[in-house]
């Protein structure tokens, strides 16, 4: 089974660029029909979809995001990675990585996700914006 690990600096100051890693164990980030997701959750919000570069490494952004995001993979670590730049406070948040394995993309126009949208979820990593 599919298993997922966020990695990185849980403190980014205003401005600067947060960085974050995602691990995948149990299967490889080029196998047909996966699309591997960055979805975060600020605190007393829902869940808000980021962008994700699918099994072909296409790369999809949320509308609100995709000036500040890019989204990269290391095939040979098996991982992929999330930058965000240009923090500013309204950035912390719980950051996750997260998996869909279907011939169905996942939606990519809508800001909200709910987690029956994707089949594997990393726990999640704080990160704070802060000076």
């Known amino acids: 089974q599919v298993q997922l690990q966020e990695s990185g600096p849980g403190l980014v100051k205003p401005s600067q660029t947060l960085s974050l890693t995602c691990t995948v164990s149990g299967d490889s980030i080029t196998t047909d029909y996966y699309y591997w997701s960055w979805v975060r959750q600020p605190p007393g919000k829902g869940l808000e979809w980021i962008g994700y570069m699918a099994f072909s490494g296409s790369t999809y952004y949320s509308p609100t995001l995709k000036s500040r995001t890019s989204i990269s993979r290391d095939t040979s670590k098996n991982q992929f990675t999330l930058q965000l730049s240009s923090v500013t406070p309204e950035d912390t948040a719980v950051y996750y990585c997260?998996?869909?394995?279907?011939?169905?993309?996942?939606?990519?126009?809508?800001?909200?996700?709910?987690?029956?949208?994707?089949?594997?979820w990393g726990q999640g990593t704080q990160v704070t914006v802060s000076s």
């Open positions: 997260a998996a869909r394995n279907s011939r169905v993309a996942p939606i990519h126009y809508k800001k909200y996700v709910t987690t029956d949208e994707y089949d594997y």
